[in-house]
């Protein structure tokens, strides 16, 4: 028989479990640059087109797609959103206590 396997359980944030600075926007900025990418890979932009749809370098979009995110704000991630025609919505509301309730939720409607 081989001996059962130690694991810790997420708290829901790998950037919290791993003990980055500030991992709630670290969360919100690796899940906006997720679907910055995916909408990159669904309109089959280049990297080159997605640069100018976006307003910046292409090696800018390189990072971002890469995850390499120091250097976007939120705020920036939340423009390229908008330049990628989506509609951006922030929904502020009591803490509801929950045990598996985390500060910020990202939610994508496709």
Do not use: C, W
């Not at 909408?39 to 997605?50: T, V």
């Not at 803490?95 to 990202?106: E, Y």
């Amino acid at each position: 028989m081989t001996d059962p396997i130690e694991y810790d359980e997420s708290s829901g944030n790998v950037f919290a479990d791993l003990s980055v600075r500030q991992p709630e926007e670290a969360l919100l900025k690796a899940e906006l640059a997720m679907r910055i990418s995916e909408l990159i890979e669904n309109r089959e932009l280049s990297q080159e087109e997605a640069a100018r749809v976006l307003g910046v370098r292409q090696p800018h979009i390189s990072k971002l797609i890469r995850g390499q995110l120091r250097g976007f704000s939120i705020g920036r991630l939340l423009k390229f959103l908008v330049a990628l025609d989506q509609d951006v919505e922030l929904v502020i509301r009591p803490n509801r206590k929950t045990a598996d309730s985390r500060g910020v939720r990202v939610y994508s409607l496709k």
